[in-house]
């Protein structure tokens, strides 16, 4: 079946460091790929999302390639800020005829520090 | 355009109890999704509903049903509650366009379930 891994957190940065949360996939068929974000206390909200490959979503200075040949989906960002701690998941949505459903990893907790 | 809506957002319940949860989606999506998040499983599929028909289904048990009203608006319900089922419940909508294809789901805040 689909599954989705995750770099396990916690990951802690400085204030303007860079960013990567590995994310890799394993799915048949051609899924599209999302970065969602939970604050605490709140649901999920879409950060960014790719449909094909090569696609490059990006949103608030994140950004994410979708690599096909070595089924990734790494998050970046060049510098974060305080504002950004939050729980990360990564998740690829494959159709059917049935509709999507998204399948989640099991999240990465940043926290950056001032 | 209001957000998808959850209600209500925390719940107390003991074991062998019942409860259900409702979810208002974004006015004009059609599809409501659910899941369930723990700290060990993380979050897992329960099941999709559209016009009223349930078209996916995760892995759970059959104590774990849900329903969709005919403006989109869904409960879920948990039979004979266990100490296992506390987790959040977030519910999602989408446009579910057709043909089928990757539309955004859109959460909302969760109801937290706390089974004593």
């Known amino acids: 079946g689909d599954s989705v891994t995750q770099m396990e957190g916690p990951v802690t940065l400085s204030e303007e460091a860079f960013l990567t949360i590995n994310c890799t996939y394993t799915a048949t068929g051609y899924p599209s790929l999302f970065w969602y974000v939970q604050y605490p206390g709140e649901g999920l909200q879409l950060l960014l999302k790719a449909t094909k490959a090569d696609d490059k979503g990006s949103n608030k200075g994140f950004e994410a390639t979708y690599r096909k040949e070595t089924t990734s989906f790494h998050l970046e960002k060049g510098s974060v800020q305080v504002s950004d701690s939050a729980v990360y998941f990564c998740?690829?949505?494959?159709?059917?005829?049935?509709?999507?459903?998204?399948?989640f990893g099991g999240g990465t907790r940043l926290m950056v520090k001032p | 355009k209001a957000g998808v809506t959850q209600t209500p957002r925390y719940l107390i319940k003991t074991r062998g109890q019942q409860v259900t949860l409702s979810c208002s989606p974004i006015s004009g999506h059609r599809s409501v999704s659910w899941y369930q998040q723990t700290p060990g499983q993380g979050l897992q599929f329960l099941f999709e509903y559209f016009s009223e028909t349930q078209r996916n289904k995760g892995n759970f048990p059959g104590r774990f049903s849900g329903r969709q009203f005919s403006n989109s608006r869904s409960e879920m319900n948990v039979s004979t509650l266990e100490l296992g089922d506390s987790a959040l419940y977030l519910c999602a909508s989408s446009l579910a366009r057709t043909p089928v294809v990757p539309d955004i789901q859109y959460f909302g805040a969760g109801t937290r379930l706390s089974v004593l």
């Open positions: 998740a690829l949505s494959r159709l059917n005829n049935a509709g999507n459903m998204l399948t």
